[in-house]
């Protein structure tokens, strides 16, 4: 977010994004780096079968603990022909909500701090998984998303091309897309 | 789930899940490996700044479309810290969502596929995330999450041992875990 065309002192909020408190907190940071270490955290009890519940409470950064406004509480499950009882998204889905929304974030965040602005952004993805990997059927087969495909329409007045940079942006700056993209470490652990 | 010690004719329910019925699945992909070849999908929207919406609807699976029993609607955003309005978990989050959630229903699903009886399963996860990564002010720092530790209590009449290959077993067959530790390619193109 180095280049930019806005002028810092007028716009103040486009795409919904304070721009000024962006840039002002981009400036924290270059002084202070520890600003921009977070943590994100969450907690699950088993309900029963492929049913659980995962809270959302809290988080650090910004050198200290923040609690969200109200907790966030989501039923997670698999539907009937994954044995379960359908009263949540599953896993896999929890990660493309993710994925989805972390893209249109990074997208509009960054359009907003090039003084692009964004009048709609609708997407839709799909990802493969083969559960032969799950069931520990076939040691060939991936047990995780074999691929991802995520379409953007994007409306703005700009050029396709525009557009086009505008999601490559997405891509490089969205956490989630890179979590997943790149291998990221995973520690498991037992609490005894 | 080749390995196990359970008596396909006696238990039918173990851990909430059917074992049964789950023997008779794979059964049948070990005749038609097609059945087990599933699409998830998900829709999105913004809102506004850094809130916008998921829709989960349906999926394609053992060889047809189906429709959740309802559509879920989760909402996205970002903490006020983060320039958003705290109106959702943000998407980070819902990633460490699917995270939990599938190493549980993983443990859950293999524990009964072997006969284990599980009583509770609690777990809390917490990822690292540096901020510069995503606001592009070092190349250096990682987009995503640098690291993802997870902790498990497991209430069964097993041993520490028992557990902790438990734990081993969750990772090794859950699709999330897989397609965050490796990496995964994810397509996004423009809808014109």
Same mark, same amino acid.
């Given at each position: 977010?180095?280049?930019?065309?806005?002028?810092?002192?007028?716009?103040?909020?486009?795409?919904?994004?304070?721009?000024?408190?962006?840039?002002?907190?981009?400036?924290?940071?270059?002084?202070?780096? #520890? &600003?921009?270490?977070?943590? !994100?955290?969450?907690?699950?009890?088993?309900?029963?079968? =492929?049913?659980?519940?995962?809270? *959302?409470?809290?988080?650090?950064?910004?050198?200290?603990?923040?609690?969200?406004?109200?907790?966030?509480?989501?039923?997670?499950?698999?539907?009937?022909?994954?044995?379960?009882?359908?009263?949540?998204?599953?896993?896999?889905?929890?990660?493309?909500?993710?994925?989805?929304?972390?893209?249109?974030?990074?997208?509009?965040?960054?359009?907003?701090?090039?003084?692009?602005?964004?009048?709609?952004?609708?997407?839709?993805?799909?990802? #493969? &998984?083969?559960?032969?990997? !799950?069931?520990?059927?076939?040691?060939?087969?991936?047990? =995780?998303?074999?691929?991802?495909? *995520?379409?953007?329409?994007?409306?703005?007045?700009?050029?396709?091309?525009?557009?086009?940079?505008?999601?490559?942006?997405?891509?490089?700056?969205?956490?989630?897309?890179?979590?997943?993209?790149?291998?990221?470490?995973?520690?498991?652990?037992?609490?005894?």
């Amino acid at each position: 977010m180095t280049e930019h065309t806005v002028d810092k002192t007028k716009t103040r909020n486009l795409n919904g994004v304070d721009v000024g408190q962006l840039f002002k907190t981009i400036e924290a940071i270059k002084g202070t780096p #520890d &600003i921009a270490k977070f943590k !994100f955290r969450a907690t699950n009890e088993w309900i029963h079968g =492929g049913h659980n519940r995962t809270t *959302v409470k809290d988080f650090y950064g910004a050198q200290q603990d923040h609690d969200h406004l109200s907790p966030f509480v989501l039923d997670e499950d698999e539907p009937e022909v994954l044995l379960g009882e359908d009263k949540g998204p599953n896993p896999v889905e929890y990660l493309l909500t993710g994925l989805i929304g972390c893209l249109t974030s990074a997208l509009v965040y960054h359009a907003a701090a090039k003084g692009i602005q964004i009048k709609g952004v609708k997407s839709r993805l799909e990802g #493969d &998984i083969d559960l032969r990997g !799950f069931l520990g059927l076939s040691p060939d087969v991936k047990v =995780g998303y074999a691929n991802i495909r *995520v379409y953007f329409k994007i409306d703005a007045d700009v050029s396709d091309e525009q557009k086009e940079e505008l999601i490559k942006m997405a891509q490089k700056y969205s956490p989630v897309f890179n979590t997943v993209s790149n291998p990221t470490p995973v520690w498991v652990s037992l609490d005894k």
